[in-house]
Every structure is written in structure tokens, then in C-alpha cells.
Nanobody, 117 residues
Framework: QVQLVESGGGLVQPGGSLRLSCTAS????????MGWYRQAPGKERELVAA???????TYADSVKGRFTISRDNGKNTVNLQMNSLKAEDTAIYYC???????????WGQGTQVTVSS
């Protein structure tokens, strides 16, 4: 079994920054994708950013140039540095880990990010 524990959410003013972190524990394949999704009230969950164990990254168009995803394979952690935050970034952010070779897909419990003045 795999567990994902997120931290770093909170309230920030527009233009501010936050850093989200997620640590995975359990039986984890060395080949995996980790990422962050978000879900705002009344909207579907959407991909924010993802990174493979080789360091290849994917970003949603809405966050390109503002958010940076990184990971530490040795510690099974993934981070999301969020700069120039906007009100529309307000959502619950979920950490995700996928082990495609096994068809496994895991989610964290979510952390609230609120951007408001």
C-alpha cells in the first residue's frame, strides 16, 4: 500500500507564493509519475503539473511560468512552488502518484490553497 501526505497549503494574497510538498511512503516502484491536481468548487479535478522519475515535466497552460514542480527520487517527495498566485488558483490541491507498469494510481488527502485579499 502507498500513502501520500501533503503539506504547505494555506491562505495567501494575490501575487504571493506558496510551496506544496508531498511525501510518498510504502511499496513504490522506482519508475513512476508524480504530480499535482486541483479541484475548485463546482469544477472537475484538473492536472496542474506532473513530473516523471526522469524529470520530464508537464504543466497546465494556466500555470506555466508561475508554478514549478520538482521531485527528490531518493526521498519520494514532490514539490510544487507556486508564485504569482491568482484568485483563480484557489482550490484543493491533491498529490498524485502513478505506477503505470502496475496500473496503480494513488491520491493524497488534499490541501486547501486559498488566494484572497
Amino acid at each position: 500500500q502507498v500513502q501520500l501526505v501533503e503539506s504547505g497549503g494555506g491562505l495567501v494574497q494575490p501575487g504571493g507564493s506558496l510551496r506544496l510538498s508531498c511525501t510518498a511512503s510504502g511499496s513504490i516502484s522506482t519508475i513512476n509519475d508524480m504530480g499535482w491536481y486541483r479541484q475548485a468548487p463546482g469544477k472537475e479535478r484538473e492536472l496542474v503539473a506532473a513530473i516523471t522519475n526522469f524529470g520530464l515535466t508537464t504543466y497546465a497552460d494556466s500555470v506555466k511560468g508561475r508554478f514549478t514542480i520538482s521531485r527528490d527520487n531518493g526521498k519520494n517527495t514532490v514539490n510544487l512552488q507556486m508564485n504569482s498566485l491568482k484568485a483563480e488558483d484557489t482550490a484543493i490541491y491533491y498529490c498524485n502518484l502513478v505506477m503505470r507498469a502496475y496500473g496503480y494510481n494513488y491520491w493524497g488527502q488534499g490541501t486547501q490553497v486559498t488566494v484572497s485579499s
